[in-house]
């Protein structure tokens, strides 16, 4: 938004120049100037309600990445939601550590999430950043997924804890509430990722009641298996995988997961 305005400025600051430079033109040329107003005001209007929504499973710091591990790609990860201009992250496999590393790096985002071993700060946190100007939190959650999910543990053959993050925001452009649920399913358990997609929609229309809801999160699926097809039930489903406008993993010969 700064560079749109420094760009409009310095257009409007040419215009000014040549209204003194061309005096007979000047009726024409003060026309043409506040279409540009007009037209800068409704891009940035429109700009405005727009909601950027990243999902991002920045990996877990593990010493034997070497040199790919997490102190020599924080700044990476970071940058990548700076240059997107995200308004909502949905991360994925972030230690307590690195959690805190982008709230550093990111002064402007809140987060809200909690560790999956204890709910507290123990295991990969499904955690949630928003722009702290422009979101307001009403209310926020964490469930497990498995046939407790009010407390830490695992479910079904998975291998390891997963849970859910979610949050009710109100955007304070457009004064609309929605909600965002934040997850990551299990790598090894089929059972487990068929019965996770289950709960997942079931709290979904526990939780939210209502069509104005975001899901992020890695599924350890593909678009034709059984976990994914399970959205369906909901209405009007937009998927990202044939619709967003980037990818940072591979397409056609890759698999989206």
Request: include cysteine; proline fraction near 4%.
């Amino acid at each position: 938004m700064g560079s749109q305005m420094k760009n409009f400025n310095l257009t409007v600051h040419y215009y000014l120049k040549t209204i003194r430079c061309h005096k007979p033109y000047l009726k024409i040329i003060l026309v043409l100037l506040v279409c540009l107003i007009l037209h800068s005001c409704v891009s940035q209007n429109c700009a405005r309600k727009t909601i950027r929504v990243l999902t991002f499973n920045i990996r877990v710091n593990v010493e034997s990445d070497s040199l790919n591990a997490w102190p020599f790609r924080k700044d990476i990860a970071a940058s990548m939601i700076r240059f997107h201009h995200a308004d909502i992250v949905g991360v994925q496999e972030a230690l307590i550590d690195q959690v805190r590393d982008l709230a550093e790096r990111l002064p402007q985002y809140n987060w809200l999430g909690v560790g999956r071993d204890d709910g507290r700060e123990a295991g990969e946190f499904m955690v949630i950043y928003y722009l702290e100007e422009r979101f307001r939190v009403l209310k926020h959650g964490t469930f497990w997924l498995s046939e407790h999910p009010d407390i830490p543990g695992l479910g079904w053959d998975a291998a390891c804890n997963r849970i859910v993050t979610w949050s009710q925001f109100v955007d304070g452009t457009s004064g609309k509430t929605f909600y965002l649920f934040n997850t990551h399913f299990d790598h090894v358990g089929k059972i487990a990722r068929a019965e996770s997609a289950r709960l997942l929609l079931k709290y979904i229309k526990e939780i939210a009641g209502n069509p104005h809801v975001i899901v992020t999160g890695d599924f350890n699926t593909t678009p034709n298996a059984l976990p994914y097809q399970y959205r369906l039930d909901l209405q009007r489903v937009y998927t990202t995988w044939s619709g967003c406008a980037f990818h940072h993993h591979p397409r056609g010969g890759g698999r989206a997961i």
